[in-house]
């Protein structure tokens, strides 16, 4: 198999990858474990304060509706955070008063959203909140399950019975003027949160739960599906093995299904994500990046590695392959031309493009827009 | 029943225990048991001491069989009591002491002869057998001895004492600190105490006042003017994420490093380290990464398979050793345990320190330490601890208990009846939202933590932890901190108080792992820091 690019990684960096060059008219293949960091994504993109037309415009195309307005988030757990570029259900407020009267409503026996912690957060900021609990039957089975109150089981019979959903909460409400709800709503069906949203007299804030996230997995299988629609190759499940290298130049990769079949391509982007999705790897002397075996920066003491505060900024968060300026891939200290690492797998932040969400789409950007000019010279 | 009690005020006892680890909870209950008002106080939360941070062995005394008979002779006989009387909080594993080609071929040999003279039934068996009943030992054993070790989980059993105490009328304070003692003249009457978490100031008083601090005993007896000498060791451990032995495996050798691996639960656990530690360092130890090497390379001598096993946690704890001497010299340091009666040796009256000693010999060091004080109260009742179970170990094994309880208990509720034993039958009532899994790890339910904070004086995150086990699995408490929290939080309504709870949560995790931070540990630990900062905002 012969692509122009082969991707390693699914994530949030690995999809915009291959949708950039798949809309460029590239052939490209994705080779994904299925495990990134899209599962824990706040529908906030981090690091990204300014108007992003470009961003905007690339998500819009892929069904995704992203909205901008500079301003402060609702956390899971009542603080307020500051955020500019949000997923359509997630909320930007100007201020962190965001009304005046607040209803929480919360599920019987679902423990993985935080109404009084949420309550406590609003009222700091001057707002009155009421909770209260929603016993929907469609959700006993669940509830009898010792594992199965979470947040994608629930979305998955959530979605159809919206409108029961919002009659319910129209009963609940009094005099306030905000309804906060858990944010499990619009995992097969995008546009749900949107049509509750138009449904309810008041206006409705989704809150997240704990991971794993339903706009985050919405947003993969979004990506996923355009990406597929554009005629890439989205090999779910697997994961690559190692490459084959020739004069300095990757020639193909090997991976777990294609057995000892290789991938080949003119150039290879690593998007494989951190320690969480395996992109970097760790044993009590070395941390290694274990597809190419790419130079890594690192403190050789490991005692260096961890502060000892866990609310401290990690030094082991921050390592991550090496890069040229232009995100070429440098193994034994010579720069591997035709291999480049976007998104986390160079560390937790980038000087130049940003953290999280921001430095996934950024850093993608800036190579497949190198890719797509090379190929026309 | 209890005696004089409407004569007394609410502040007042009979005795005051201070420190809430074993012996601290085992002697308030025999106090209890014997009829006397107590009142145990506690400064942080039950077993946070030596008695949280050890093995969790219950030793059968073949360790000290050869150095220390009287220890070994005490050991057998504790033994066999908390077998019958704590059966819910001990695992009956068996023990091996295994003979490696480096070990001396002819120290087994005397190693039997001690155990048999201590007691202890020691059978040597074919290393060929040893090899089928425990396929990850080193398979070059050349020896194996099978000696009555067992398992045993140290905040079960303190809960357990403590329990019991309270049933029989005991009161408990905990997170309280005596900040000092009201003295009359040569006899001390009583104690200041503030709590730490509510800030509010007590005076208790009693009749005799029980030093039961562990290696903080020293401090405590100085605010009354006594003298201890502590030479507190420190001793390091790991856990491993999966329990890759049935049986408590030990090197026949002198006892020296690293040379016990115990199961425990899903788990096991590999130690000990031994450094002699300044006294004023026992509050904050950690463990280094020389200790982390010496244990992984010593362990995998008994287990080869624990060099590749993930290991979930690194701890310390400090041994209460003490001296005798009033000299300092530290030469009479013993592994047995002494009461100290201030009165005869400082000329203190009302204050009666226990110290040193061992988790498996708790209940012996409270049977004495309650008969002196019955001596000095006129007491004259019988000590009952070692012929009455423990609540919870009424019915025998905890299959029973769950069958009892559910026709055919789930693996969560049979964790539940392993946890609490005949305590899981207040769970039968249990209704849909009870039987929802806060920690999947180790199945513990929205029931059982409702449970310890009701009736177990849970309040924070890391009590929890102790009493129910959430937290201490695979995961080390990602998620279920945080449902845990929601839980807390609405029975106390404090939500800052809360979100402090969980901050030190997650610290007090992060301090047991960043020092085994590689592999799967650190995945885990960067999975931890996105959610907590960047998902959910703490």
């Given amino acids: 198999m012969r692509f122009d690019t082969v991707i390693i990684g699914g994530g949030l960096a690995g999809l915009t990858a291959g949708i950039a060059l798949q809309r460029e008219g590239k052939s490209t293949a994705i080779i994904s474990t299925g495990q990134n960091a899209l599962h824990f994504f706040s529908g906030s993109f981090e690091s990204v304060v300014e108007k992003n037309e470009r961003m905007i415009d690339f998500f819009a195309k892929a069904g995704i509706p992203l909205h901008y307005a500079p301003g402060v988030r609702l956390m899971p757990l009542g603080s307020f955070r500051p955020s500019a570029l949000c997923l359509e259900d997630t909320d930007i407020f100007p201020t962190a008063k965001v009304g005046s009267k607040v209803l929480i409503v919360n599920f019987m026996g679902y423990h993985d959203f935080f109404s009084t912690f949420l309550a406590e957060g609003l009222e700091k900021e001057g707002m009155q909140c009421r909770i209260r609990l929603l016993d929907l039957p469609e959700l006993e089975p669940l509830q009898r399950s010792p594992g199965g109150m979470r947040s994608v089981q629930m979305a998955r019979i959530l979605d159809p019975i919206w409108e029961k959903f919002v009659q319910e909460v129209r009963l609940l409400i009094k005099d ?44 993969q299988q979004l990506l996923g599906r355009n990406y597929e629609r554009l005629g890439g190759t989205y090999l779910k499940g697997d994961h690559a093995l190692r490459a084959l290298t020739k004069d300095n130049r990757i020639i193909g990769v090997s991976t777990k299904n294609l057995d000892r079949h290789y991938l080949k391509a003119d150039t290879f982007i690593l998007a494989s994500g951190s320690y969480f999705s395996k992109g970097l790897r760790s044993n009590p002397f070395e941390i290694t990046e274990p597809v190419f075996d790419l130079d890594v920066n690192y403190s050789p003491e490991r005692s260096d590695w961890y502060n000892p505060k866990f609310a401290a900024d990690q030094p082991y968060m921050h390592y991550g392959v090496k890069t040229d300026e232009n995100l070429h891939a440098i193994k034994g200290g010579t720069v591997i031309q035709n291999l480049y690492a976007i998104g986390s797998v160079m560390g937790v932040s980038h000087p130049r493009f940003g953290f999280g969400a921001g430095l996934a789409i950024r850093s993608a950007f800036h190579v497949t827009d190198q890719i797509v000019q090379e190929s026309k010279v | 029943m209890i005696k004089n009690t409407h004569t007394m005020n609410p502040n007042e006892f009979d005795v005051i225990i201070i420190g809430g680890g074993i012996t601290g909870a085992g002697t308030q209950r025999d106090c209890a048991m014997r009829g006397l008002k107590t009142l145990l106080i506690e400064r942080s939360d039950i077993a946070t001491g030596a008695t949280g941070r050890n093995h969790g062995l219950l030793h059968s005394g073949a360790r000290y069989a050869v150095n220390d008979s009287e220890s070994a002779e005490e050991c057998i006989r504790e033994n066999r009591i908390l077998r019958k009387i704590a ?27 001690s155990c048999l003279r201590a007691g202890i039934e020691a059978e040597v068996i074919d290393p060929e057998l040893a090899r089928r009943w425990e396929p990850t030992v080193n398979q070059n054993l050349t020896g194996a001895v099978k000696v009555p070790d067992a398992s045993i989980d140290p905040f079960r059993l303190c809960a357990a004492n403590m329990l019991d105490a309270k049933l029989r009328g005991g009161q408990v304070r905990l997170h309280t600190t005596v900040t000092g003692f009201i003295k009359e003249g040569d006899t001390v009457r009583g104690v200041h105490t503030r709590n730490a978490q509510t800030g509010q100031v007590n005076d208790f008083y009693a009749r005799i006042i029980v030093n039961a601090g562990g290696v903080w005993a020293q401090e405590i007896a100085a605010m009354a003017g006594a003298q201890i ?231 924070t995150l890391t009590d929890l932890r102790r009493r129910t086990r959430l937290g201490m699995g695979p995961c080390q408490g990602e998620f279920c901190a945080c449902r845990a929290a929601g839980l807390l939080a609405a029975s106390h309504g404090c939500i800052d108080r809360e979100r402090e709870d969980l901050n030190q949560f997650l610290q007090e995790r992060w301090k047991g792992n960043f020092p085994i931070g590689w592999g799967d540990t650190l995945r885990e630990a960067e999975y931890t820091q996105w959610v907590y900062k960047f998902v959910l905002g703490l």
């Fill in chain 1, 176 to 219: 306030e003027d905000i309804v906060v709800i858990p944010q499990v709503f619009g995992l097969k069906d995008p546009s749900t949160p949107g049509l509750i949203r138009e449904d309810l007299p008041v206006r409705a804030i989704f809150a997240g739960t704990l991971p794993p996230s339903v706009p985050g997995i919405r947003t």
């Fill in chain 2, 87 to 113: 059966a819910h909080c001990i695992d009956e594993t068996g023990g091996l002491f295994i003979t490696l080609p480096e070990d001396d071929p002819e120290y087994q040999n005397t190693f039997v002869e």
């Fill in chain 2, 229 to 459: 000498s502590l030479y507190p060791a420190k001793g390091s451990l790991l856990i491993f994420a999966h329990r890759v032995n049935k049986h408590v495996i030990n090197r026949c050798r002198k006892p020296s490093n690293a040379d016990i691996l115990v199961p425990g639960d899903t788990v096991c656990i590999v130690g000990t380290t031994s450094s002699r530690i300044p006294l004023d360092a026992c509050d904050e130890v950690a463990v280094t990464p020389e200790e982390v090497n010496l244990l992984i390379t010593e362990g995998s001598k008994l287990a080869p398979v624990l060099s590749s096993t993930r290991i979930l946690r690194a701890y310390a704890g400090v041994r209460p050793l003490i001296s005798t001497d009033k000299d300092d010299s530290g030469r009479n340091i013993t592994r047995g345990f002494v009461i100290l009666d201030h009165e005869s040796r400082d000329g203190i009256k009302g204050l009666v320190s226990i110290c040193g000693g061992k988790l498996t010999t708790y209940r012996l060091m409270a049977e004495k330490t309650t008969d002196l004080l019955c001596r000095k109260l006129g007491n004259e009742k019988k000590c009952m601890t070692a012929v009455s179970p423990l609540p919870g170990s009424e019915e025998g094994s905890y299959e029973k208990v769950a069958q009892k309880i559910w026709e055919t208990p789930s693996t969560a509720q049979k964790a539940a009846a392993f946890r609490m034993g005949t305590r899981a039958f207040r769970m039968r009532s249990s209704d849909r939202w009870n039987d929802a899994l806060v920690c999947k790890c180790e199945e513990v339910s929205v029931g059982e933590i409702n449970g310890a904070i009701e009736r177990m004086d849970a309040s």
